[in-house]
């Protein structure tokens, strides 16, 4: 069975500051993993996503994420925030098997004051 | 590309009655099509899981003679709940994943209202 763990529901940061979105990951099998962002009444939108190869993973609006397998964790960084970043963020684990179902981490909704 | 659509966005319904909703992939062809319910402040958490042509997979907990699940092609799936109540209320959103992706496409969701 696969586990995701995002620690901390809420994050805060200033505008202008770095933002640090903490994943960690249970899985038996080597994992894909998966940064969603979803907006107020809004879908689901890929941010970024590992597979195989490069650890370091970067995605869309400025974001990336590094796979530390030591560590099972896929942390999401962005150097500079934007006011525009706010929303809910999701990071998702899934194995090569089966249908391929994805399992979400409950989310932290991201703060960005002026 | 990899667009996933549905519809309608928003849906209020009296309780006893069925809704369907659609799920389309765009442009693309998508081979397993994802059925999740989102509640307030929550994750989400997988309903079903449809392979084209196939009947749905539940999930545990997840009636399948309430939430009705049809992927008859390979661009569209449908959600019917049927026999709606108050409590069936959420965000319905589906995801679609072509064959050989890693990745699901999400669609932009659907609020149901049951009053």
């Known amino acids: 069975a696969q586990s995701v763990t995002q620690l901390g529901s809420h994050v805060s940061v200033s505008e202008g500051a770095l933002v640090l979105l903490r994943c960690n990951y249970s899985?038996?099998?080597?994992?894909?993993l998966f940064w969603y962002v979803q907006y107020p009444n809004q879908g689901l939108q890929l941010l970024l996503k590992?597979?195989?190869?490069?650890?370091l993973v970067k995605g869309i609006n400025g974001f990336e994420a590094e796979f530390k397998k030591s560590e099972t964790s896929f942390h999401l960084t962005k150097p500079s925030a934007h006011m525009s970043d706010a929303a809910e963020y999701f990071c998702?684990?899934?194995?090569?098997?089966?249908?391929?179902?994805?399992?979400f981490g409950k989310g932290t909704m991201l703060l960005v004051s002026p | 590309g990899a667009v996933v659509s549905q519809h309608p966005s928003r849906v209020i319904c009296k309780s006893g009655t069925s809704v369907k909703i659609e799920c389309r992939s765009l442009?693309?062809?998508?081979?397993?099509m994802f059925w999740y319910r989102q509640f307030p402040k929550k994750s989400l958490m997988l309903m079903a899981t449809?392979?084209?042509?196939?009947?749905?997979?539940?999930e545990q907990g997840v009636e399948k003679d309430k939430f009705l699940i049809n992927h008859a092609s390979l661009t569209l799936s449908t959600l019917t709940v049927t026999s709606a109540h108050p409590e069936d209320s959420s965000f319905y959103i589906c995801?679609?994943?072509?064959?050989?992706?890693?990745?699901?496409?999400f669609g932009p969701g659907t609020r149901l209202l049951v009053l």
């Open positions: 995801s679609a994943k072509g064959q050989g992706q890693e990745t699901q496409y």
């Open positions: 899985s038996s099998v080597p994992p894909y």
């Open positions: 590992y597979t195989t190869g490069a650890t």
């Open positions: 998702a684990v899934r194995t090569n098997s089966g249908y391929s179902t994805l399992t």
């Open positions: 442009d693309f062809q998508a081979t397993t």
């Open positions: 449809s392979n084209e042509g196939s009947k749905a997979t539940y």
